[in-house]
């Protein structure tokens, strides 16, 4: 859904069993899942992290921090159930401006109508999403999921990194301008509510598990933590590490380049997909990574992407995705891997609200 992970990532995802939350039986089946795999190789959410973020490490004071703490460890899913919201009136209506949930179901169905039918707009949002918050790691003072993409102007997306993000950006600025009069929606959570919107309408991807009330930041980000689509998968993983993500996880995100077309990795090829069904969040990116040539003239294939693939410590869970029955294992994996992305930085999670009713149903 952009120019790839990485140029789209750079350059060039503890409740008790007597209650019921959304995804519990999806939840049920990772666990089973986990429980009965061999190894992070079986291509299941095993290998997956369980760290903690933000205020979550010395606190988990709150019933949403108790729900986020609980996606992020793995015991509850970051794949949504099928449970949709209804705005209870018209946009500024008393009735609208009563209820969080309203505005926000008015944005979402902005962003599904542009974005329908896995659009080029919806492939820079899911980038978008990965470049606000991947600026943060372990031993960054500040940056991650918090608008600054936007809301720094050029300082941030004039980096080379974010090349062709300009377009996107000014459209959800346009979002966060328009509904801003009506219970001022924060950029951070536009950005990744856009991210999963534009996920979820793309044929085949996972309704992630979406929350609200980040705290917006104009600073640019912290350079140089976003990678390269040539690096090693050694740098990829210590990378993805210092960001809290396993090396499972890396794999799981790098998935995202099914719906992508590369512009700037190769201009000669500029436009070319990285698998071969562009318009489908599936799993065939993961099939001919392996066997198409990085020289091939229909499909562009990473250098990163291929030394990920054929690397001893993450081949194994690329080939469980690759194989028979991936595309739901991969699925899993990449909303919990997208959940962790979307709330990097954050520092705020015990305040959030959930927001996940009003995203489209899978397509």
């Known amino acids: 859904m952009k120019p790839s992970l990485v140029v789209t990532l750079a350059l060039c995802h503890v409740p008790s069993s007597t209650l019921a939350y959304p995804g519990m039986a999806e939840t049920l089946a990772d666990i089973q899942a ?6 992070s190789g079986s291509g299941t959410l095993e290998g997956r992290s369980t760290d903690l973020l933000g205020d979550l490490l010395s606190s988990v004071a709150t019933a949403i921090g108790t729900t986020i703490a609980g996606i992020l460890k793995g015991t509850a899913s970051a794949v949504a159930d099928a449970v949709t919201y209804k705005a209870p009136g018209a946009l500024g209506s008393d009735a609208c401006n009563k209820d969080k949930l309203c505005v926000w179901k008015y944005i979402s169905d902005d962003l599904a109508s542009s974005f329908n039918g896995c659009s080029d ?11 606000d918050a991947a600026t943060w790691d372990k031993s960054s003072p500040y940056g991650g999921a918090d608008g600054s993409i936007v809301l720094s102007g050029n300082a941030e997306l004039g980096r080379l990194e974010n090349r062709g993000l300009s377009p996107v950006a000014a459209f959800e600025k346009s979002i966060y301008d328009k509904y801003s009069p009506y219970g001022k929606p924060g950029m951070a959570d536009i950005i990744q509510l856009a991210a999963n919107v534009a996920t979820v309408v793309c044929p085949g991807g996972p309704r992630i598990r979406t929350f609200a009330g980040r705290k917006d930041d104009s600073r640019a980000g912290p350079t140089g933590k976003l990678p390269s689509p040539v690096q090693s998968a050694e740098a990829l993983i210590a990378l993805f590490q210092a960001k809290t993500f396993t090396a499972s996880d890396l794999v799981a995100l790098l998935g995202a380049h099914s719906t992508s077309r590369q512009q700037f990795f190769d201009p000669s090829r500029a436009g070319l997909p990285q698998d071969s069904t562009p318009q489908t969040w599936d799993t065939r990116y993961y099939q001919e990574t392996l ?18 693939a054929t690397y001893q410590e993450t081949k194994g869970t690329w080939n469980g995705f690759a194989g028979v029955g991936g595309q739901g294992r991969w699925a899993r994996a990449y909303a919990s891997a997208y959940f962790r992305m979307s709330m990097l930085g954050v520092t705020n999670m015990n305040n959030l609200y959930d927001i996940t009713r009003v995203l489209p149903l899978p397509r």
């Open 291 to 308: 066997s198409v040539p990085l020289d091939s003239r229909s499909i562009v294939v990473f250098p990163s992407d291929k030394n990920i």
């Open 121 to 131: 707009l919806a492939r820079a949002a899911i980038r978008l999403g990965f470049h």
């Open 34 to 39: 986990r429980t009965q795999a061999g190894g």
